[in-house]
């Protein structure tokens, strides 16, 4: 009797682990999947699809105080007519004569969220950490340069 309900118990674990991984597998489940996006790059569209404002940076500290971490935030608005699934920033930090010293592209908004319904907002926030010493300390050069439907 004893060895006959743990089977029965050790059967039933195993059924659910395979319908859970069988469910999240599933099709449908890639909410990665970018290959169906339609993407603006041209600067000129971009303008009529998402209004960036309100870029500010903050400074904190690791946990142990031995590494500066440089948070960029900003607000994103969906002005277009259209839900949005993904908004890439590219940001230029400069020294003090104006020259770049770092430029690199990041995710501001992820297809992995919410689309951005027309008219909504999204608070971003990207972190750096060792940034150049020569940077001037201000809130880096910030644009869109590619937005998903």
């Known amino acids: 009797m004893e060895r006959r309900s743990i089977l029965i118990i050790g059967g ?5 682990i ?3 991984v069988g469910w999240s597998l599933g ?3 890639n909410v990665n999947d ?3 996006l339609t993407e603006i790059t041209d600067p000129s569209a971009i303008l009529n699809t998402v209004e960036l404002s309100r870029l500010s940076i903050l400074t904190s500290e690791t946990y142990a105080g031995n590494i ?3 948070n960029i935030t900003g607000l994103l608005k969906n002005i277009s007519p259209m839900p949005i699934r993904r908004i890439d920033l590219k940001m230029t930090f400069t020294d003090y004569e104006g020259k770049p010293v770092q430029e690199s592209t990041h995710t501001a908004f992820s297809p992995r969220r919410k689309p951005l319904d027309p ?5 971003f926030e990207v972190n750096f950490e060792n940034l150049p ?3 001037n300390y201000r809130v880096p050069t910030t644009q869109i340069v590619r937005v998903g439907y």
């Open 27 to 29: 099709p449908g489940r």
């Open 18 to 20: 395979g319908l859970l």
């Open 34 to 36: 970018t290959s169906t």
């Open 119 to 123: 008219g909504t907002q999204f608070r």
């Open 68 to 70: 500066k971490i440089r």
């Open 133 to 135: 010493r020569t940077w």
């Open 12 to 16: 039933t674990i195993f059924l659910a």
